[in-house]
């Protein structure tokens, strides 16, 4: 973790003054500051101006860090960021676009959105607090719940499986592909640096502790472990396939952290043109459209 | 006045559209103002459409439900329409498909065949036959012809309409007028290009009809109006992205019908929250649900009015015609930013894809306006506390501004509050634009009244229903007012339009009156109900029938 820099930017000054409210030990808090320091880093290391760096919350604990990094924030509403985020790049190339979205957010209430911007290959970065348990709506099953979970909206236990969402990222198009752990806080930000700085769409699924309603320290200690340079070829779809169903979110197996799959592929929104017209010049174009009606 | 009705009808994958427009051309080119109803079924190919085309030496925005001219390219051309037909109907029909028809019968079939052209050219024939029916001349036609038909089909046309032309006689003569040959255009065109000039950026939007044509018209003339036309996953996806573009800078309109509209509430509410400005047409037809998918309705007004969770100020127009449309499709998109609230442009079916004779000096230009901008001095807060309610507006990129828009209840910074006295503070900020906006608006012809103030007999009425109770009107020397602003409502305008109203009739093409409620939430008596609810637009002569019984 890199130290916190006197106050004034870079790094010291991206935490605002919002009082924090995660409860203590929340997978959060590593999440937090890693993005803080990846966005400094970039910031000196690619000369990226902070102020080109753009975050989008959904709804839920982890949308809170749009209130509390002090850069540019749109803090959207439950599982929607992602189409926004594409408006922002598509309206500014210079952007550095990132959503902080959370598994219930974007895996049930806005699946369709992630899926899409996949397939578009939408130049933003999806980064998913995935603790695969609601904490706001306090303790309900989500996508990424394995069967069995008990929930206090299945008091009785969940009888489907969970989707595997790297899976599913993979087979809707996605460019980038990564996991990370919380508690891997130096590997995450190098996730998360990674995925800012790839041109197309990235996307990191982070697994959270939720401290509160699904502590899985244990469990995550147990089983992840980092991928060795070179043990997925990020370059196949069938190597990244491969590695992505080594752990399906369900049964006990060993969780690769790192990244899947990397590919180049045009950007969405560099298919449309740049818009240079202002409103005279377009107002003499509408002009020009109603003389020529045919 | 002089007018002539023309129906033209067949089946679905025939271009009864285009053949509609066209023979809206050829009165246009003769100075005639024209005004075309479209009816279609929800179907691909089959079925049974038509066009109604009338023609008139002075505005018109509606049709009658007599004609003078059938053309049939069906049996069901002929079946349906029979009530249509008067002494001096002339019926021209495809001898081909027709079976019991009385009239001019053309070899259709037969012509196309000797003449070597595709199927779709009977149009031509038909179109050629109406020309010399109506006494105009060959050259006209070709003229005509011409301009729509693209090059390489066009010598087939030509030969084709000529058969049509030379198979039947002159039975009355459209005498050429000394006016301009005015363009004719859709709602959904005019629509699209009030909002360019306006200022629009971006149009995002999903097929739904009757809006789907304006998605494919500014999809279609991207490049020449230098606008960037998005059709995103679905209508949340929509308004989303239509919000993300905006809070990067860019100026952007959405369009749908109430379906899609359902799935954009929450987004809508979000606009409101956020203070991101979007504009959206809303094109209304009949519902509940799917309802009548192809049809037209005005039953959308408290929706509109009404959707999205919390409280927040909206402005909501509705155009009659095409002037109107341009107008205030443009007005919507510049004071949703100068505002920074949510902008609705209610349109309906019947305008939306009923096509008119476009008059762009009949056009009251909105005044112009700019978004307020950040000036750059101090610590940039973008929910910051001003008289009128509006904060200057940054975007991310900005060096010295972090920008912070949010869906929870924010301090001035942008960061969530919950503090009571945070919360009342922006509930009245977003009230006070409200505010703002109506003070605005009391200089804009919010309400319009048509005919003398003493009349004794007043039809209030919104919408596309404008022309025909205009035209109705007259019969009855009674006068009209249309509010052409919904929100927020020119309660003022309205009243003093009112005054000395006498009998008043409400006219909707809806079965609950809606316009009628909201004048009574704005303590007016909105009189007597004129309420047509089948998926279909008044005929002037329906219209005046109806209100025969509210007048005597």
């Given at each position: 973790m890199t130290p916190d820099q006197p106050p004034g930017r870079p790094a010291g000054g991206l935490i605002s003054p919002a009082e924090n409210t995660w409860c203590p030990g929340c997978g959060n808090f590593s999440i937090e500051h890693m993005m803080k320091s990846a966005v400094a880093e970039l910031s000196e290391e690619e000369g990226i101006p902070l102020e080109n760096f753009v975050l989008l919350g959904g709804i839920g604990c982890h949308g809170k860090l749009a209130d509390y990094l002090n850069v540019n924030t749109l803090y959207a509403i439950h599982g929607r960021s992602v189409p926004a985020a594409t408006g922002i790049r598509l309206a500014n190339p210079d952007l550095k676009v990132i959503c902080h979205v959370g598994d219930g957010d974007i895996y049930a209430e806005g699946l369709d959105h992630l899926i899409f911007a996949a397939k578009r290959n939408s130049d933003i970065t999806v980064i998913v607090h995935d603790n695969r348990v609601y904490g706001l709506t306090t303790g309900q099953y989500t996508p990424t719940s394995p069967e069995g979970f008990r929930g206090r909206s299945t008091p009785g236990g969940i009888t489907e499986h969970p989707i595997n969402p790297l899976e599913v990222m993979l087979a809707a198009g996605a460019t980038h592909i990564a996991r990370g752990y919380t508690k891997k806080v130096r590997h995450l930000k190098d996730l998360f640096k990674e995925a800012i700085m790839h041109r197309g769409f990235s996307f990191v699924d982070v697994l959270q502790i939720c401290a509160t309603y699904f502590n899985l320290t244990d469990y995550y200690n147990e089983h992840a472990y980092e991928m060795e340079e070179g043990e997925a070829d990020t370059a196949e779809f069938a190597s990244a396939l491969g590695k992505i169903r080594e752990w399906d979110y369900d049964r006990e197996a060993p969780i690769p952290l790192g990244t899947f799959y990397s590919v180049k592929k045009p950007i969405y929104e560099e298919k449309f043109r740049a818009l240079t017209a202002d409103r005279s010049e377009r107002r003499a174009l509408v002009r020009k459209v109603i003389e020529e009606w045919r | 006045m002089a007018e002539y009705s023309v129906l033209i009808g067949g089946k679905a994958g025939e271009g009864i559209n285009t053949a509609g427009l066209s023979i809206a051309g050829l009165f246009s080119r003769l100075g005639y103002r024209t005004y075309m109803y479209f009816d279609y079924p929800s179907l691909i190919r089959g079925g049974h459409n038509f066009a109604i085309v009338r023609a008139a030496d002075r505005t018109i925005g509606a049709h009658r439900t007599r004609v003078d001219v059938l053309l049939a390219f069906d049996q069901n051309s002929i079946d349906n329409h029979r009530q249509r037909l008067h002494d001096g109907t002339t019926v021209v029909y495809d001898a081909s498909q027709v079976v019991r028809g009385e009239g001019y019968g053309l070899p259709l079939d037969d012509i196309v065949k000797e003449e070597n052209a595709p199927p779709i050219t009977k149009n031509s024939a038909m179109i050629g036959a109406l020309a010399r029916v109506a006494g105009i001349g060959r050259e006209v036609l070709e003229d005509v012809l011409r301009a729509t038909v693209p090059e390489k089909h066009l010598e087939a046309n030509l030969r084709v309409a000529g058969r049509g032309y030379d198979?039947?006689?002159?039975?009355?003569?459209?005498?050429?007028?000394?006016?301009?040959?005015?363009?004719?255009?859709?709602?959904?065109?005019?629509?699209?290009?009030?909002?360019?000039?306006g200022g629009l950026d971006s149009y995002v939007a999903y097929p739904m009809t009757p809006s789907s044509s304006l998605l494919h018209f500014l999809a279609n003339r991207a490049e020449d109006l230098a606008i960037r036309v998005i059709h995103p996953e679905n209508e949340i996806g929509v308004i989303l992205m239509a919000l993300g573009l905006a809070y990067a800078g860019e100026k952007t309109a959405i369009g749908t019908s109430g379906g899609g509209f359902c799935l954009m509430t929450e987004g809508l509410s979000l606009a409101g929250m956020s203070e991101i400005p979007v504009t959206i047409v809303m094109g209304q037809r009949p519902g509940p649900s799917t309802g009548i998918p192809t049809y037209t309705a005005q039953t959308d007004l408290h929706f509109v009015l009404n959707a999205g969770q919390g409280e927040f100020p909206r402005l909501v127009v509705a155009p009659g015609d095409l002037e109107e449309t341009y107008a205030w499709s443009s007005a919507a998109l510049m004071l949703s930013w100068r505002y920074q609230v949510p902008a609705i442009v209610l349109t309906?079916?019947?305008?939306?894809?009923?096509?008119?004779?476009?008059?762009?000096?009949?056009?009251?230009?909105?005044?112009?306006?700019?978004?307020?901008?950040?000036?750059?001095?101090?610590?940039?807060?973008?929910?910051?506390?001003?008289?009128?309610?509006?904060?200057?507006?940054?975007?991310?990129?900005?060096?010295?501004?972090?920008?912070?828009?949010?869906?929870?209840?924010?301090?001035?910074?942008?960061?969530?509050?919950?503090?009571?006295?945070?919360?009342?503070?922006?509930?009245?900020?977003?009230?006070?634009?409200?505010?703002?906006?109506?003070?605005?608006?009391?200089?804009?012809?919010?309400?319009?009244?048509?005919?003398?103030?003493?009349?004794?007999?007043?039809?209030?009425?919104?919408?596309?229903?404008?022309?025909?109770?205009?035209?109705?009107?007259?019969?009855?020397?009674?006068?009209?007012?249309?509010?052409?602003?919904?929100?927020?409502?020119?309660?003022?305008?309205w009243k003093e339009a009112m005054i000395g109203a006498g009998k008043v009739a409400c006219v909707e093409n809806n079965a609950t009156g809606q316009l009628a409620r909201l004048l009574r939430q704005h303590g007016f008596d909105p009189g007597r109900p004129v309420l047509k609810y089948d998926g279909r637009p008044f005929a002037v002569d329906e219209l005046e029938a109806r209100l025969a019984e509210v007048f005597a």
């Amino acid at each position: 973790m890199t130290p916190d820099q006197p106050p004034g930017r870079p790094a010291g000054g991206l935490i605002s003054p919002a009082e924090n409210t995660w409860c203590p030990g929340c997978g959060n808090f590593s999440i937090e500051h890693m993005m803080k320091s990846a966005v400094a880093e970039l910031s000196e290391e690619e000369g990226i101006p902070l102020e080109n760096f753009v975050l989008l919350g959904g709804i839920g604990c982890h949308g809170k860090l749009a209130d509390y990094l002090n850069v540019n924030t749109l803090y959207a509403i439950h599982g929607r960021s992602v189409p926004a985020a594409t408006g922002i790049r598509l309206a500014n190339p210079d952007l550095k676009v990132i959503c902080h979205v959370g598994d219930g957010d974007i895996y049930a209430e806005g699946l369709d959105h992630l899926i899409f911007a996949a397939k578009r290959n939408s130049d933003i970065t999806v980064i998913v607090h995935d603790n695969r348990v609601y904490g706001l709506t306090t303790g309900q099953y989500t996508p990424t719940s394995p069967e069995g979970f008990r929930g206090r909206s299945t008091p009785g236990g969940i009888t489907e499986h969970p989707i595997n969402p790297l899976e599913v990222m993979l087979a809707a198009g996605a460019t980038h592909i990564a996991r990370g752990y919380t508690k891997k806080v130096r590997h995450l930000k190098d996730l998360f640096k990674e995925a800012i700085m790839h041109r197309g769409f990235s996307f990191v699924d982070v697994l959270q502790i939720c401290a509160t309603y699904f502590n899985l320290t244990d469990y995550y200690n147990e089983h992840a472990y980092e991928m060795e340079e070179g043990e997925a070829d990020t370059a196949e779809f069938a190597s990244a396939l491969g590695k992505i169903r080594e752990w399906d979110y369900d049964r006990e197996a060993p969780i690769p952290l790192g990244t899947f799959y990397s590919v180049k592929k045009p950007i969405y929104e560099e298919k449309f043109r740049a818009l240079t017209a202002d409103r005279s010049e377009r107002r003499a174009l509408v002009r020009k459209v109603i003389e020529e009606w045919r | 006045m002089a007018e002539y009705s023309v129906l033209i009808g067949g089946k679905a994958g025939e271009g009864i559209n285009t053949a509609g427009l066209s023979i809206a051309g050829l009165f246009s080119r003769l100075g005639y103002r024209t005004y075309m109803y479209f009816d279609y079924p929800s179907l691909i190919r089959g079925g049974h459409n038509f066009a109604i085309v009338r023609a008139a030496d002075r505005t018109i925005g509606a049709h009658r439900t007599r004609v003078d001219v059938l053309l049939a390219f069906d049996q069901n051309s002929i079946d349906n329409h029979r009530q249509r037909l008067h002494d001096g109907t002339t019926v021209v029909y495809d001898a081909s498909q027709v079976v019991r028809g009385e009239g001019y019968g053309l070899p259709l079939d037969d012509i196309v065949k000797e003449e070597n052209a595709p199927p779709i050219t009977k149009n031509s024939a038909m179109i050629g036959a109406l020309a010399r029916v109506a006494g105009i001349g060959r050259e006209v036609l070709e003229d005509v012809l011409r301009a729509t038909v693209p090059e390489k089909h066009l010598e087939a046309n030509l030969r084709v309409a000529g058969r049509g032309y030379d198979a039947v006689e002159r039975v009355f003569t459209v005498e050429p007028l000394d006016a301009p040959a005015l363009p004719v255009l859709t709602g959904n065109e005019v629509a699209g290009l009030g909002l360019v000039h306006g200022g629009l950026d971006s149009y995002v939007a999903y097929p739904m009809t009757p809006s789907s044509s304006l998605l494919h018209f500014l999809a279609n003339r991207a490049e020449d109006l230098a606008i960037r036309v998005i059709h995103p996953e679905n209508e949340i996806g929509v308004i989303l992205m239509a919000l993300g573009l905006a809070y990067a800078g860019e100026k952007t309109a959405i369009g749908t019908s109430g379906g899609g509209f359902c799935l954009m509430t929450e987004g809508l509410s979000l606009a409101g929250m956020s203070e991101i400005p979007v504009t959206i047409v809303m094109g209304q037809r009949p519902g509940p649900s799917t309802g009548i998918p192809t049809y037209t309705a005005q039953t959308d007004l408290h929706f509109v009015l009404n959707a999205g969770q919390g409280e927040f100020p909206r402005l909501v127009v509705a155009p009659g015609d095409l002037e109107e449309t341009y107008a205030w499709s443009s007005a919507a998109l510049m004071l949703s930013w100068r505002y920074q609230v949510p902008a609705i442009v209610l349109t309906d079916k019947t305008l939306a894809e009923g096509a008119y004779s476009f008059d762009t000096g009949a056009i009251i230009p909105p005044p112009d306006h700019e978004p307020v901008l950040w000036d750059g001095a101090g610590e940039y807060r973008r929910y910051v506390q001003t008289e009128d309610g509006v904060s200057p507006l940054a975007f991310p990129g900005r060096e010295g501004a972090i920008v912070k828009a949010s869906s929870y209840a924010h301090d001035e910074a942008g960061f969530t509050t919950e503090d009571p006295t945070e919360a009342r503070e922006l509930q009245e900020k977003l009230l006070r634009k409200g505010e703002s906006l109506k003070e605005e608006l009391a200089t804009y012809p919010a309400v319009m009244t048509y005919g003398a103030r003493d009349a004794g007999m007043t039809i209030a009425c919104w919408g596309s229903q404008k022309w025909a109770c205009i035209e109705a009107a007259e019969e009855f020397g009674a006068r009209v007012v249309q509010p052409l602003v919904l929100s927020p409502f020119p309660a003022r305008q309205w009243k003093e339009a009112m005054i000395g109203a006498g009998k008043v009739a409400c006219v909707e093409n809806n079965a609950t009156g809606q316009l009628a409620r909201l004048l009574r939430q704005h303590g007016f008596d909105p009189g007597r109900p004129v309420l047509k609810y089948d998926g279909r637009p008044f005929a002037v002569d329906e219209l005046e029938a109806r209100l025969a019984e509210v007048f005597a």
